[in-house]
């Protein structure tokens, strides 16, 4: 499996060469081409990333998630809701990688096979990064008007999360 895993990009890219050389386009003209089009692209992608990624660091060190889920943990202690899987479910929507950091982190705890674990990987795998791809894709091509994209997003996170909370107890 390692050897495919590792042919598979290589082979792709031979692929793409045969596929242009047997339609007669120049491969190598149209590759610089079309580096030449992304580069100024990168350059508008640079500062919405910077700018999110400046804001995520800040909200995490700062600690107010940790004096929030504090003052919320006797609300979520009566309606069951385990108080360990917030952290997840709270930094999904702000960075895919943060996510699964924590992620990572409850696998090292509680093991993959518990129930914290498991129910972390559902909301994981079932939500999105909706700010990441707010900040970065729409500031990219320039849409202002995210009101609705953003509510639609996080509301689209939070059902991922409750549903979690209520299917994942039926099966585990």
Excluded: C, H
Excluded at 46 to 67: C, H, K, R, V
Excluded at 113 to 132: E, K, R
Aim: zero cysteines; aromatic letters at 12%; hydrophobic letters at 55%.
């Amino acid at each position: 499996m390692k050897i495919l895993s590792n042919l598979f990009i290589p082979v792709l890219v031979l692929t793409v060469i045969i596929y242009g050389v047997k339609k007669k386009v120049n491969v190598y003209d149209s590759f610089v081409n079309g580096a030449k089009e992304s580069l100024p692209m990168a350059i508008n992608m640079f500062t919405p990333l910077l700018a999110m990624i400046f804001g995520i660091n800040i909200f995490t060190n700062s600690g107010l998630i940790d004096e929030v889920f504090q003052f919320l943990k006797p609300i979520f202690y009566l309606i069951n809701i385990p108080l360990e899987i917030l952290p997840v479910a709270v930094m999904r929507p702000l960075s895919g990688s943060f996510g699964l950091a924590l992620l990572n982190d409850m696998f090292t705890v509680y093991g993959p096979d518990n129930y914290l674990s498991i129910l972390a990987s559902i909301i994981q795998g079932s939500s999105d990064t909706t700010l990441y791809i707010i900040t970065l894709y729409f500031g990219t091509v320039g849409i202002k008007k995210i009101k609705y994209a953003l509510w639609a997003g996080l509301l689209a996170d939070l059902t991922a999360v409750i549903l979690s909370l209520l299917i994942v107890p039926l099966f585990f």
